[in-house]
């Protein structure tokens, strides 16, 4: 069962306080996103509830490091899972893309999908080894072509249309996913951040503000990152999503899907 989200909306007293600052301050970018509440606070998440900063990110490090690791050959099938479209149980739905394509379509022709490692495995340079380079919170089905133009680039805004990218963006350094998608980037991005803290003989992957970070274990733009997390909270799908890879395959979750919030409180 999915974890139930409960939000905590602000008190009037707040409300009308923040409309007669904003009568005389800038509106700011972006607003933090709603505090929310699990099925998993008492119990998974129990010794980082409350905590902010670098001591909610060491806790959450410890809590989700607890996994189950798969091959990377596996990750075929358990993407098959994790992705599939909710209104057609033989396909999958595609990263950036947003299309629905058949599940025995993955290989790396042409009109195929292929697994796409939104934390590029070149940034850190552990390429496709059990560990970051199949952990199933940031692999996700994309189509062959589509993700070729993202290769390994950062993620910012800006850039010209992908072809056939369902409007995503790219340019020299940089990508920019589709709207419905950039938050679930976000999300996947800190992930990463958060679970592989260079303790396991792997990288210490990190968000920073820049692009054209090539072969160091850093993603950007961090700034444009906890932008897209704001505007695109999670959905039904990207819930869904984690609750199966907790379930049937890593028994670890992205805290950032159940509390969004969280990446305010860290960065």
Same mark, same amino acid.
């Given at each position: 069962?999915?974890?139930?989200?409960?939000?905590?909306?602000?008190?009037?007293?707040?409300?009308?306080?923040? *409309?007669?600052?904003?009568?005389?301050?800038?509106?700011?970018?972006?607003?933090?996103?709603?505090?929310?509440?699990?099925?998993?606070?008492?119990?998974?998440?129990?010794?980082?509830?409350?905590?902010?900063?670098?001591?909610?990110?060491?806790?959450?490090?410890?809590?989700?490091?607890?996994?189950?690791?798969?091959?990377?050959?596996? *990750?075929?099938?358990?993407?098959?899972?994790?992705?599939?479209?909710?209104?057609?149980?033989?396909?999958?739905?595609?990263?950036?893309?947003?299309?629905?394509?058949?599940?025995?379509?993955?290989?790396?022709?042409?009109? &195929?999908?292929?697994? +796409?490692?939104?934390?590029?495995?070149?940034?850190?340079?552990?390429?496709?080894?059990?560990?970051?380079?199949?952990?199933?919170?940031?692999?996700?089905?994309?189509?062959?072509?589509?993700?070729?133009?993202?290769?390994?680039?950062?993620?910012?805004?800006?850039?010209?249309?992908?072809?056939?990218?369902?409007?995503?963006? *790219? &340019?020299?350094?940089?990508?920019?996913?589709?709207?419905? &998608?950039?938050?679930?980037?976000?999300?996947?991005?800190?992930?990463?951040?958060?679970?592989?803290?260079?303790?396991?003989?792997?990288?210490?992957?990190?968000?920073?503000?820049?692009?054209?970070?090539?072969?160091?274990?850093?993603?950007?733009?961090?700034?444009?990152?906890?932008?897209?997390? +704001?505007? &695109?909270?999670?959905?039904?799908?990207?819930?869904?999503?984690?609750? *199966? @890879?907790?379930?049937?395959?890593?028994?670890?979750?992205?805290?950032? @899907?159940?509390?969004? +919030?969280?990446? +305010?409180?860290?960065?």
């Amino acid at each position: 069962m999915l974890a139930t989200r409960i939000r905590r909306w602000k008190s009037v007293a707040l409300a009308t306080t923040a *409309v007669l600052v904003g009568l005389t301050a800038p509106a700011l970018t972006a607003t933090p996103a709603a505090a929310t509440t699990t099925a998993y606070d008492a119990t998974y998440y129990k010794n980082a509830v409350g905590k902010t900063g670098t001591s909610l990110k060491s806790s959450l490090h410890t809590i989700i490091s607890s996994q189950t690791k798969i091959s990377y050959s596996a *990750v075929w099938d358990a993407l098959k899972a994790t992705d599939q479209d909710p209104n057609n149980s033989s396909n999958v739905i595609l990263l950036y893309s947003g299309v629905s394509r058949a599940k025995s379509l993955n290989g790396g022709d042409v009109g &195929d999908w292929n697994r +796409e490692h939104t934390w590029a495995k070149s940034h850190g340079d552990f390429g496709e080894v059990t560990g970051p380079g199949t952990d199933l919170h940031h692999l996700r089905p994309a189509d062959v072509q589509v993700n070729s133009i993202r290769g390994n680039l950062d993620f910012d805004n800006g850039g010209s249309a992908v072809t056939n990218g369902g409007g995503s963006t *790219v &340019d020299s350094d940089s990508f920019a996913p589709r709207a419905a &998608d950039r938050g679930d980037v976000a999300r996947m991005i800190l992930y990463m951040a958060v679970r592989y803290e260079g303790d396991d003989g792997f990288a210490n992957l990190e968000p920073n503000e820049k692009v054209g970070n090539g072969s160091n274990p850093y993603m950007g733009k961090l700034s444009v990152l906890k932008a897209w997390n +704001e505007a &695109d909270p999670p959905s039904a799908f990207e819930e869904k999503r984690n609750q *199966v @890879i907790y379930d049937t395959y890593q028994h670890n979750r992205n805290p950032f @899907i159940d509390h969004p +919030e969280w990446v +305010e409180a860290i960065w």
